[in-house]
């Protein structure tokens, strides 16, 4: 019998809106034990929140998981530092919250603090996973202090130029009131994966926005590919929509 916990490590600093649930796979950590730190992070916190330990006793705890996810806003996995040599059992979690839950996943890498998300970069292209992610991320970006919207190796569209490709994603957002950065760049031999990466890591972005799996995701766990590389290697919260 496997046990999935569904706990928060970290609420975002003075922000007291009830909180549901964070989802983590849990190995040496008893899911009642886990649930009871996670309820008195909750109170230390000020944060009015619901922990609820489930135990996967029919199912596949990453499908419970998925289940329980389709009725918070958002999901969040911890993702180990060893998520690397337990690549299949993490990867398995975070594959069914995406596919699964119809639900944004953020994935934060282990002991990352978490206290605000000032500055966003969006790994943007015209596919139905992206636009997704760039809705179900509104509210962070409405609170962020600045927001970049990376375009790489553009291509035209239906829609658009390979010189303009972005600017429609830029009137979605300038909608709401954001006013983000648009930032075209070549690959340069790179992987998109790691050309994101690097983008973020230059100009300081606290999260990155991206769609997940645009390609079969037993293509890119077999072969790789950006959602791959980005849930392996970022080393800041990655927000994914599929």
Do not use: N
């Amino acid at each position: 019998m496997s046990s999935v916990a569904f706990t928060p490590e970290k609420a975002p600093a003075g922000d007291k809106r009830a909180f549901k649930a964070i989802a983590v796979p849990i190995h040496d950590t008893s899911a009642s034990t886990c649930a009871a730190g996670a309820q008195r992070k909750l109170e230390a916190s000020g944060v009015v929140g619901e922990i609820r330990s489930l135990e996967a006793v029919y199912t596949e705890p990453a499908d419970l998981a998925a289940t329980a996810a389709r009725h918070c806003d958002l999901a969040v996995l911890a993702r180990p530092s060893h998520a690397r040599r337990d690549g299949s059992t993490v990867h398995g979690y975070f594959a069914a919250l995406l596919m699964e839950s119809a639900r944004p996943v953020m994935v934060v890498p282990a002991d990352h603090p978490v206290e605000s998300f000032r500055h966003v970069l969006i790994a943007w292209r015209e596919t139905r996973e992206c636009a997704r992610a760039l809705r179900d991320a509104l509210p962070f970006l409405e609170a962020a202090g600045s927001v970049d919207l990376l375009v790489v190796d553009p291509k035209a569209t239906p829609l658009e130029t390979a010189d303009d490709v972005g600017t429609t994603a830029m009137q979605f957002l300038a909608g709401h009131g954001i006013d983000a950065h648009r930032i075209a760049v070549a690959s340069e031999g790179r992987s998109v994966g790691a050309t994101v990466l690097d983008e973020a890591r230059q100009r300081h972005a606290d999260l990155i926005v991206a769609g997940g799996y645009g390609h079969s995701r037993f293509r890119e766990w077999a072969i790789g590919g950006t959602t791959r590389h980005l849930f392996f290697e970022a080393t800041i919260p990655v927000l994914y929509s599929h």
